[in-house]
Structures are given as structure tokens and as C-alpha cells.
């Protein structure tokens, strides 16, 4: 995973040593290892059980995660429920999970909705120790990165998921397979193609686990 270099504090020093994940989740809501914290409204930690085979790291939470503090309840977590369905996968048993816990976003010109923003290096890095944790405590046979961010926080900061995704990679004993994240599916102009290119890599995913 990428090394841990960054110019904010960072999360480490909330990560209680050893903890399960209700106790992470916990310790998550007090976090202040970024700035991230201050404007959203929760914090948004990972979900499903600790004995899950398979992890999915995504980027941040979205609008509606960051309401209702849980990961992958809006739109992209939508599309991803019916990819994983398409693949055979069963979303109860997967763990889901962000590289970044807490909505970064720009409010719009006008009205009130929330524009998400892309996490920095900075902020991703400074995060990196929950995620850590995470996987430390489920020990997932493979990680699923969706998304460049999960992908670079996970894989390292050259990692190119147009070049590189659907293939199993080996980090540090642990097995890794990079994909793009629903909300570019939802986003692609030809959606139809960006969705069957992911439910692939999802198919790639069903096969590993055997
Ligand atoms: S984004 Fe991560 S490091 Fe920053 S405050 Fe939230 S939980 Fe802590």
C-alpha cells in the first residue's frame, strides 16, 4: 500500500492499537486528522462483517452517504448493488469502505446541493491508517479498488486504472484488483459500455474467489 508521507497530521493517532471494526467505527467519529472533518456531516466508516472474503474500496462518500453515514447508499451505490448482483457477488458479504471517510465537496452556485470534490494526495494519505485497519482486521482474500483514488491509495500513486484494470496484483501479501467506480459508469457517455466493462471486472473478481 502507499506510504504513509503527508503534510497533515494524518489519522494514526485515532486508530486504537488492535481494535474490531465496531470499535474502529467508533474511534472514527473522532477523528481529526484532516480538514475533512470540519464541513461534512459524519463521518462515513466502512460496512459489512468483519469475516468478509472480499473488501470494496471506494473513493469518498457521495451527498447521501455523508447523510446517512453509510457507504454506497446513493446512486453509485445502486449501480454497484445490481453490477455485484450481475457478477454473482452478494453485497451482504462484502465489506464496503472508502479511501476517504468524510465528504469533501464545494457547495453549488446556487441552491443548495453539494458538489463532490476530489480528495488530495494529502487528504487520501492522511486517511490511509482506518483503511489499514480495516483490512488488517477483515484480512480479505481480495481488495476490490474502485476507482483511481482507492487505486492509488492502495496500489500506489502511478497506478492507472485505464491501463491496469481487471488484473490481480500482489501487494504486500495481499491480492488487489483495481476497476473504475459506478459513479464514472453512471457519469460515461456510452453508459451501457461502461457498465458491461465493469460487471467484466467484477466477473474477474467472481472467478478469484473460486
Ligand atoms: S477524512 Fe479521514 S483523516 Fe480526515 S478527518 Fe476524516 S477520517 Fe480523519
Redesign the pocket.
Known sequence: MATTTSRTA??AE?VPEGADLAALRRA?TG????E??KPATQ?VFGSGPETARLVLVGEQPGDVEDRQGEPFVGPAGRLLDKALDEADLAREGVYLTNA???FKFVPAERGKRRIHKTPTRG?VV??LP?LRAELARVRPDLVVCLGATAAKAVLGSSFKVSERRGRVERVEDQDVIATVHPSAVLRAPDRDEAYRGFVADLRVVRAHLG
Not at 477523528?31 to 484532516?34: D, I, S
Open positions: 494524518g489519522a485515532f472514527a477523528c481529526r486528522g484532516c475533512l472533518y463521518v476517504v471517510k468524510h487528504e492522511a486517511c482506518w
